[in-house]
Nanobody, 113 residues
């Protein structure tokens, strides 16, 4: 079956940076809008950033100017560069091809005060 593998999460101090990676199938990378979502304990899952097959990008207001979504088609990988991290960014981050029911296992991001 289809599989997404997220990695790159960890524990960082406020103001630090992380780069998340999502290895997906070639067809998802080429044909789907790819999104990064996050979910904190007791909170609903929310969209963080998206990138279309032609490279158009969109961000939630809470991360605009701090996070950057990108992809490498040769590596079948979508990235989320996370800078100037805040404690409120703490969550499990998921990779998701829009308009599918496919999700990765998630990667934990924890930002300390």
């Amino acid at each position: 079956q289809d599989q997404l593998v997220e990695s790159g999460g960890g524990l960082v101090q406020a103001g630090g940076s992380l780069r998340l990676s999502c290895v997906a199938s070639k067809r998802f990378i080429k044909l789907n809008v790819m999104g990064w979502y996050r979910q904190a304990p007791g909170k609903q899952r929310e969209s963080v950033a998206t990138i279309t097959p032609v490279g158009s990008k969109a961000y939630d207001d809470s991360v605009k100017g701090r996070f950057t979504i990108s992809r490498d088609n040769d590596k079948n990988t979508v990235y989320l560069q996370m800078n100037s991290l805040k404690p409120e960014d703490t969550a499990v981050y998921y990779c998701h091809p829009i308009a599918t029911q496919v999700w990765g296992q998630g990667t934990q991001v924890t930002v300390s005060s």
